[in-house]
């Protein structure tokens, strides 16, 4: 049910309050010119389920909202004023805010409220105080079915010695749990939700998740044994006779007590979940009936403890020889009794003879020793608390013996479990007994989670919490030692009382009857079982309304009040398993592993912000300390092992399913929680380390800094490029992925978010891990030369730069694309980065590929550092390219010795520890062919062309059309010239003539589209004369005139030697690569460095265009100046 605020102003006429009432349903009565803030239960419209205001303002009507720009001692703020309120308007909003959790108390009132005619009550101030409120409550939960069922038998089983250890160290670690809460507590409003609230919102979602989760089937496991106490009462101390399975043998009774269990705690069960489903306002009116009956037998307790000083109660215990004898089926303790001067047989007799005869044949053990009576409570002076000192385990079925009394052992042992002896029902150990004592020191939470119903929550929880674990310490430990001292140690000892008659152990020593206590624990159990059902669902209901686990989303709707009934079922639904393992020995320490797991979250949440010193971190309970939560922290992972070391581990597996789940599954959710704050300390810590030397070679990993082009939707333009990062990457080491937008931010502030966004889906889609960062530049090439200085922070800073292939730099209207990748060429050289460049990269395989047999070819032209090596390596782990198989080829000149070159390069692999194929590839010296000299020759010339032509760009596009026309006579007659002084045929000259044909129609349109940039390059020479129509043809025949000149110089002009050379080099080395690579997979080649002089940056386009002719997926490499790759380990 979601609520909102409703702000009313009143004393400004009844035609104002009608209207309020009008729109919102409320009868507004005059009062003085206060602003009032109602509370409203109307479902919020906006659907979040929290309070909303329309303004900002305290007083929310159009009238007054223009009087508060009246005056002139704030008009500097007022066009803040819309999102910034005054400080008064806020103030007076935060005294009339009144905080009611979604609690039980809701449920109630939507109960009364249902019907025709709804009328809203005016809704009360929290009132309830620190006892009423935290003290009652913690009280009753914490006291109930371990101490009434368990506490003698504990103390009997362990001794006074050990019980108070466990007592002392389950009491701490709750007292220690209470001092973190408390402090958590009063770290401001604590909403509905409890220890739940607490722990997400200090720790995050994802342990809220989980241990919420695992409080809550604590809680759901508690209500089970909860139900086995109160059937176990009814059973065994109440109706004895209403058991539907009955032994006929001795050691069938166990068996025939867990199916009764069975079937009496699921008929119990069904009965709460129906009352709790009817209306929880019948379980809350009877928490007090419930509370009244722990508190009476607690006090009958101490009452027939003070009696048994002075006038000890008369309860006998017979014994054979040593051991104790079941009184049920016999009323007095001896073999043979004097009836008329005649010596007869008792009931006795029968259970141990084959006959009550005196001739008969009896048991050995019964023969050889004689009965005794003593008494089961000899009273605080008897002295008997030094034999229930130290304790007495022993296995299942173990006799239960008095070691002081004589006894004379029989041979044959093997019909002893035949016999009515007392004897364990299970094998008792020391770490057995402190998982099974757990759950009485539980529910320190019942403050915390009525924290919206206190009148001081930040006063009261502390207090009441504390003193709550004080009292039942005090009782816990006062009990231990006056059971010790006034109890027989053999009928502690005897769990269900079969030594006295079936009686309740603990009854027997309350005053003035055991029915005090039979009556008081038995609805004490049955209010508990009751508190449980009403209390887990409605912790699901929270956790399923945070939204942070998916699946639970259903538990989430209830009826319409608000009541939890789907989470009621399936609380019901796991209830049942408890039930079903039927014993309350089996059930209680695995309700002890989640409430532990519980508690050591609290004192680490606890912990953690202190440490932290977050500055919302400012609990007005001030007696807490780092130290003290993480021993209650430490004293809590202890109790979970010490209990049952495989139940903690099953506890912690669930919680670890439930936290990775709400990891990679769960809703995005951010609390400001502690986890974030230790994530940062964290990282601040390891970028500080991490700054003091750069990593040695053998940790070397490319950090990688990928630039991304966008398109004019700003979405990613080459999405393969963010699979290659993830497949090179495989989730290892830093990737910031960054893009540019031109323009100034502030006005493309909205374009930068939203191209942001579309990185960051398309990283999801592609499963890349890592950063995204889009900035605002006045032009592209500052932007990405800031990305490639600035990126990352300290030592996390990116070492290798990848990027894509600028494929239409030809087809590009100006020059600023493929100027822009050489500038980056020569940025990421001068920072000493490593540069992957990928051509054809929207042919590259997804993450979903799976590549067949094929190779990565690796053409190791220069070394610089190792870094082709190490790449196919690391392409090999993904799973993309883990068939394929690595090749690696060098290249050798004339004068190398090929064949020890291959062997010192398997060599230098095998020490590597890198598997590859070697080749090495001979390059003859050969003469530059013809193709090569025409090739660089219209290169060159197109490159001269648009430098000299200052023509505007029709007049340009007419021009080079003339040129072209006039050019292709020109160059056929060379091409002949050449042709005929080399060794290629008129199959050669064809080729070459195709090429150049082809080559010029694209220096045409290349020529054209520079035009702008070459405008903008004169533009400064005539910016300031003075142009009169004589003027302009004067100088556009002059320009004309100079361009024709320059035009005919071009071709006569000789290609430059360099640029020959370099061309000769691509050609041939491209030959050589698509002759062996065509079909690999991928090829991985060394780039070559862009030219020292920038005026042959288009040259170098050309270069590295002709090295790449005719292959698929290329991935230029250009190492950072270091070494990346070490033969040593």
Request: some cysteine; overall charge negative; hydrophobic content about 40%.
């Amino acid at each position: 049910m979601s609520d909102r605020f409703v702000v009313v102003p009143v004393g400004q006429g009844k035609e104002q309050c009608s209207e309020s009432e009008g729109a919102e349903g409320y009868t507004i009565e005059p009062q003085d010119a206060v602003p009032v803030l109602e509370y409203s239960r109307e479902p919020n419209r906006y659907g979040d389920g929290m309070p909303k205001e329309s303004s900002p303002f305290i007083n929310n009507t159009d009238n007054d909202k223009g009087n508060l720009y009246d005056g002139k001692n704030m008009a500097l703020f007022e066009e803040e004023m819309d999102s910034n309120p005054m400080v008064s308007s806020l103030l007076n909003k935060l005294a009339n805010y009144t905080n009611l959790t979604q609690g039980v108390k809701e449920h109630e009132e939507a109960d009364d409220d249902e019907g025709p005619a709804k009328t809203k009550k005016p809704v009360k101030s929290p009132a309830l105080g620190t006892l009423i409120g935290v003290y009652l409550p913690c009280l009753q939960n914490i006291l109930g079915v371990i101490l009434f069922l368990r506490l003698t038998w504990i103390v009997g089983t362990a001794g006074i010695m050990e019980s108070l250890a466990i007592v002392v160290m389950t009491c701490s670690c709750t007292m220690l749990t209470a001092i973190s809460m408390s402090a958590i507590a009063t770290n401001g409003v604590v909403p509905a939700g409890g220890s739940y609230y607490m722990i997400s919102r200090s720790l995050g979602p994802e342990f809220g998740g989980a241990v919420g989760l695992c409080f809550y089937l604590g809680t759901t496991f508690a209500g089970s044994m909860y139900i086995l106490g109160t059937i176990e009462i009814l059973l065994t101390y109440i109706v004895p006779s209403a058991a539907i399975f009955k032994a006929e043998k001795k050691e069938d009774e166990a068996e025939a007590l867990l199916n009764n269990m069975r079937v009496y705690g699921t008929c119990c069960l069904t009965l709460m979940s129906l009352v709790v489903f009817v209306g929880v306002k019948y379980v809350n009116k009877l928490a007090l009936v419930f509370l009244a009956c722990v508190i009476l037998s607690i006090l009958a307790i101490y009452a027939g403890v003070i009696k048994t000083a002075f006038e000890p109660p008369d309860f006998p215990i017979c014994l054979l020889g040593n051991r104790t004898l079941q009184n049920h089926n016999f009323d007095q303790c001896l073999k043979t009794m004097e009836v008329d001067n005649v010596t007869v047989t008792t009931k006795l007799w029968s259970l141990f003879c084959d006959s009550p005869d005196l001739n008969a044949t009896c048991n050995e053990y019964f023969t050889l020793n004689n009965v005794t009576v003593i008494q089961g409570i000899p009273g605080l002076t008897s002295g008997v608390i030094r034999d229930n000192i130290w304790g007495d385990y022993g296995p299942n079925g173990m006799l239960v013996e008095n070691k002081h009394q004589a006894s004379e052992p029989a041979a044959d042992t093997s019909q002893d479990i035949y016999m009515p002896y007392v004897a364990n029902d299970i094998t008792t150990f020391f770490t057995l007994l402190v998982g099974i004592y757990f759950p009485s020191v539980t529910g320190i939470m019942a403050g915390s989670n009525r924290s919206g119903d206190l009148r001081d929550a930040q006063k009261s929880i502390p207090i009441g919490t504390i003193m709550a674990i004080a009292t039942t310490t005090f009782i816990y430990i006062s009990s231990v030692i006056l059971f010790g001292a006034c109890i027989e140690g053999v009928v502690l000892r005897d769990k269900f009382g079969d030594s006295v008659k079936g009686n309740l152990v603990i009854g027997i020593l309350a005053w003035p009857s055991p029915w005090v206590i039979v009556i008081g624990s038995f609805f004490s159990c049955c209010g508990a079982g009751l508190q449980s059902l009403t209390g887990a669902p409605r912790l699901l209901q929270a956790i399923a309304r945070d939204g942070i686990v998916p699946f639970l989303q259903v538990f989430g709707h209830g009826k319409a009040n608000g009541e939890p009934t789907w989470a009621l079922l399936l609380t019901g639904g796991i209830c049942e398993i408890g039930i079903l393992i039927a014993s309350l020995d089996a059930v209680a320490p695995i309700l002890s592993m989640f409430f532990l797991m519980c508690y050591l979250f609290v004192n680490l949440a606890c912990a953690l912000q202190t440490l932290l010193r977050t500055p919302n971190w400012r609990p007005r309970f001030k007696f807490y300390h780092w130290a003290l939560s993480f021993l209650g922290a430490s004293l809590c992972l202890s109790l979970m092992f010490i209990s049952s070391w495989y139940y903690a581990l099953v506890a912690m597996l669930i919680a670890g399913c439930i936290y990775k789940y709400i990891e990679y599954r769960g809703a995005e959710k951010e609390w400001g929680d502690g986890i974030n704050g230790l994530s940062l300390n964290a990282a601040r810590y390891a970028l500080i380390r991490l700054e003091e030397a750069p990593p040695h070679t053998k940790n070397w990993r490319p950090q990688m800094l990928l630039l991304l082009n966008l398109d004019s939707d700003h979405a990613v333009k080459h999405p393969r490029l963010l699979s290659f990062c993830t497949q090179l990457k495989a989730g290892k080491g830093l990737t910031i992925v960054g893009s540019v937008l031109e323009g100034t931010y502030m006005t493309k502030e909205a374009e930068v978010k939203k191209a942001e966004q579309n990185i960051k889906s398309s990283m999801t889609t592609e499963r890349t891990k890592g950063f995204c960062h889009v900035v605002a530049s006045s032009n592209l090439r500052d932007g990405f030369s800031h990305l490639i200085q600035t990126a990352g922070l300290g030592g996390m800073k990116h070492n290798t730069v990848l990027m894509a292939w600028p494929g239409t730099w030809k087809q590009s209207n100006d020059p600023v694309s493929w100027k822009n990748f050489i500038e980056t060429v020569r940025e990421t050289t001068a920072a000493h980065q490593a540069l992957l460049v990928a051509k054809n990269v929207d042919s590259f395989p997804t993450n979903a590929d799976r590549l067949g047999q094929g190779t990565i070819d690796v053409w190791w032209v220069v070394h610089d550092g190792g870094l082709l090596m190490l790449l196919p390596f690391l392409l090999r782990q993904h799973k993309v390219w883990r068939k394929c198989k690595m090749r690696i080829f060098t290249v050798a000149n004339m004068d190398d010795n090929s064949i020890q070159m291959k062997k010192d390069l398997q060599m230098f692999l095998y020490h590597l520890r890198l598997d590859a194929e070697v080749e090495v590839v001979e390059m003859h010296d050969s003469d530059i062919s013809a193709f090569t000299y025409e090739k660089t020759l219209v290169m060159e010339q197109r490159s001269q062309m648009l430098k000299q032509m200052q023509l505007s760009r029709t007049e340009r596009e007419r021009e080079i059309q003339s040129i072209t026309d006039s050019s292709r006579s020109s160059i056929r007659r060379n091409n002949q010239t050449g042709a005929a002084g080399s060794e290629s045929g008129p199959s050669r000259e064809l080729e070459d003539t195709q090429e150049d044909e082809a080559q010029l129609i694209h220096d045409r349109n290349t020529a054209s589209h520079a035009a702008l940039n070459d405008k903008a390059d004169a533009g400064p020479d005539r910016v300031h004369m003075t142009w009169t129509k004589d003027k302009f043809l004067t100088e556009r025949n002059r320009n004309r005139a100079e361009a024709s000149m320059g035009v005919r110089d071009i071709f006569n002009m000789k290609p430059n030697q360099s640029n020959v050379r370099r061309m000769h080099t691509a050609v041939k080395l491209n030959e050589v690569v698509v002759n062996k690579s065509q079909g690999a997979h991928l090829v991985l080649l060394n780039m070559p460095g862009p030219p020292k002089n920038r005026g042959g940056d288009e040259n170098y386009m050309e270069f590295l265009e002709v090295l790449l002719e005719g292959l698929n997926r290329v991935l230029l490499v250009r190492g950072g100046g270091r070494e990346v790759i070490t033969i040593y380990s």
